[in-house]
């Protein structure tokens, strides 16, 4: 089965969610796993969307965070200010974000891209916030060096410096791995991806054990899912 690489982390993406009871989830891979997720492997996943709508079921992946469709099935559709009170107030603790540059300190970049000429990004949105106040993050990042990289550009949402307890699981279409503040460790990786190619495609280094886990081999029924709620192609760029 050929796959894009955007579809491998939004599979992986979506069996990590899948142990968590809610998820406040930014707009791409963290929206796209989170429906996944909840269709496939956990139905009391709680969906969030900063925009307000709370405890959602969208039936496909949003055009963004404030599409009407994160509301129609939302038990509380409330607003913007609400909704980051409930993450201010920890009642919303885990948080999925993405973004162009991550580094091993957890730190995302969705500003800018240094260089001649700068490269302008769209920013973070509500990321800056997820990032400073949740105390579990996902965040999603293509596995290239341009994309690891051993310091961000550009500050956008903060890592382990916002708060050094938390949580940070770095996910990516090669694995899963846990940003701390001594090392960046690998939890599982790709069934068929080599530990060579992991650390040769990240600007930072990566702990990867003798014998670290292997992930299942991604299913028909996953890929099935995905193309079907991905109406946008996100993961097929």
Known sequence: MQLKEGEKISIIGCRAIAQEREILAGHGFPVLSAIMAKRLYN?????????????S??????????DIINYRNAQFPLDLPDAFGLLE?????????????????GNVNST???????????????????????????????????RLVNRVDYIT????????????TLITNYGIFSIG?????????????????????SGFNIKIRSNVR???IITEEEVSLLRKIDIYKISRR
């Open 112 to 146: 800018f891209i240094s260089g001649e000429p700068t490269k302008r990004l769209p920013g973070s949105g509500g990321a800056c916030d997820f990032a400073s106040f949740g105390t579990d993050e996902y965040i999603f990042m293509l596995h290239e060096p341009k």
């Open 157 to 168: 949402s903060p890592g382990l410096i916002s708060s050094p307890k938390k949580r940070i």
């Open 181 to 201: 503040r001594e090392s960046v460790q690998t939890i599982a990786l790709e069934n068929q991806i080599a530990t060579e190619k992991v650390k040769n495609q």
């Open 57 to 66: 079921n969208p039936e496909h992946l949003p055009h963004s965070v404030s």
């Open 214 to 216: 292997r992930l299942d």
């Open 89 to 105: 107030r920890e009642i919303l603790k885990t948080v999925g974000i993405s973004g162009a540059q991550v580094d091993k300190e």
């Open 43 to 55: 139905p009391d996943l709680q969906i969030c969307f900063e925009s307000g709508a709370i405890y």
